[in-house]
């Protein structure tokens, strides 16, 4: 079982950043492939980015290419998401999500492919 801890979030003013960080404990987050997701008041949730389990590939939404990184540490268990150039639509609660073995690159924006989540942090961008 894995348990995810996300940290970081925030208030912040329009163009500003944040990093947001997930901490895994209870497996072996090496094999882990990781992803970010975001759901905002009264939306669905949607994907953001992700990262395979080395580093090697990350796949990002296109509303946040170009502005966000994704990134991982193995060893220290933890996944980054550096957020630039923030907007007032990127106000949301960010979750991290976990899966024990790989996908096809086309799978990784499916939520439903994750099995284990975090409890999400408030990200909030004013204007």
């Known amino acids: 079982q894995v348990q995810l801890v996300e940290s970081g979030g925030g208030l912040v003013q329009a163009g500003g950043s944040l990093r947001l960080s997930c901490a895994a404990s209870g497996g072996t987050f090496t094999i882990y492939a990781m992803g970010w997701f975001r759901q905002a008041p009264g939306k669905e949730r949607e994907f953001v980015a992700a990262i395979n389990w080395s580093g090697g590939s990350t796949y990002y939404a296109d509303s946040v290419k170009g502005r966000f990184t994704i990134s991982r540490d193995n060893a220290k268990n933890t996944v980054y998401l550096q957020m630039n150039s923030l907007k007032p639509e990127d106000t949301a609660v960010y979750c991290c999500?976990?899966?024990?073995?790989?996908?096809?690159?086309?799978?990784?924006?499916?939520?439903?492919?994750?099995?284990?989540w975090g409890q999400g942090t408030q990200v909030t961008v004013s204007s």
């Open positions: 999500a976990a899966r024990p073995n790989s996908i096809s690159s086309g799978a990784y924006m499916l939520s439903y492919k994750y099995p284990y």
